[in-house]
């Protein structure tokens, strides 16, 4: 079993910046790709971003493609971090860190993942 903790959202202004941050407790991030999921209400949750467990190679929703960037904590790997530059008012969502195995053809699917955190709000004002 995993437990995530994702915390770092907030309020920040158009053009500003924020750093996510998924928590793992339980066992350490090693065993599993991570992802970044967000959700507006009413609306599916969508990929936003991930990083293979091995390789450490990542993908991005092209939306957000130059604009966010996921990385690992290399030293403990519990943690991974989604740092977003630029955002806009359209990045406003509850923005969800997951852990799992998915298949190349479910990374970007939340059926390819296993645990889920509880959500951070990111709120961008125009």
């Known amino acids: 079993q995993v437990q995530l903790v994702d915390a770092g959202g907030g309020l920040v202004q158009a053009g500003g910046s924020l750093r996510l941050a998924c928590v793992a407790s339980?066992?350490?991030?090693?065993?599993?790709?991570v992802g970044w999921f967000r959700q507006v209400p009413g609306q599916e949750r969508t990929f936003v971003a991930a990083i293979r467990r091995t390789g450490g190679r990542t993908y991005y929703e092209d939306s957000v493609k130059g604009r966010f960037s996921i990385s690992r904590d290399k030293l403990n790997n519990s943690a991974v971090y989604l740092q977003m530059n630029s955002l806009k008012p359209v990045d406003t969502a509850v923005y969800y860190c997951t852990a799992g195995r998915p298949i190349l053809s479910s990374l970007r699917t939340t059926g390819g993942y296993i645990y889920w955190g509880q959500g951070t709000q990111v709120t961008v004002s125009s």
């Open positions: 339980g066992r350490t991030f090693s065993d599993y790709d």
